[in-house]
């Protein structure tokens, strides 16, 4: 059984990770050991995931694993558009929303290439906020549905089914 649950490559990963932090001039800060642990978490998880579980039981908690990420991208998208839109955070900071946001000036008085439909066009630069959901950043944010589309995709493609969110092979 030990062999199972260490056998997997983020071991070395993360005994390297340790080895590093001990030689270092930092490792009588706490904070070196706070971020070794959570590099543990994921790679506990990974081993016990694949130490635990038959290959059937392997298949359907990755299929639930893979939804709640797909669901858990499209609520933070859905904040991000209600967030540019509004142009102001949601007051969501019960679910970690952050008060401060990443601002940037726009030449232009229009945010969209509807908005001169709508609104009269002002001749003066507007500011805008970047959209960033529930994470610290706008990048953050971004990188999270990016890499969770490109797993969608992949995903889909892989199993050869139009439905990307239900996709069951």
């Known amino acids: 059984p030990l062999k199972r649950w260490f056998g997997n490559f983020l071991w070395p990963v993360w005994i390297f990770a340790l080895l590093s932090i001990l030689a270092s001039p930092f490792s009588g800060y706490p904070i070196p050991y706070f971020r070794l642990l959570q590099l543990f978490t994921p790679i506990a998880l990974f081993s016990f995931i694949a130490a635990?579980?038959?290959e059937k039981e392997k298949a359907k908690l990755t299929h639930i694993l893979l939804f709640s990420l797909?669901?858990?991208?499209f609520v933070q998208a859905a904040i991000g558009i209600a967030q540019y839109f509004h142009q102001a955070p949601l007051g969501l900071r019960?679910?970690?929303e952050s008060s401060q946001t990443s601002l940037?000036?726009?030449?232009?008085?229009?945010?969209?290439?509807i908005d001169d439909l709508f609104t009269q066009v002002i001749e003066q630069p507007v500011t805008l906020i970047r959209a960033q959901g529930t994470f610290p950043h706008a990048n953050v944010f971004g990188g999270f549905l990016f890499f969770l589309s490109a797993a969608q995709v992949a995903n889909a493609s892989f199993c050869l089914c139009?439905?990307?969110v239900l996709c069951s092979c």
């Open 104 to 113: 940037f000036t726009y030449p232009s008085s229009s945010r969209w290439l």
């Open 52 to 54: 635990a579980f038959s």
């Open 162 to 164: 139009p439905a990307f």
């Open 94 to 96: 019960i679910l970690g």
């Open 70 to 73: 797909v669901l858990a991208s």
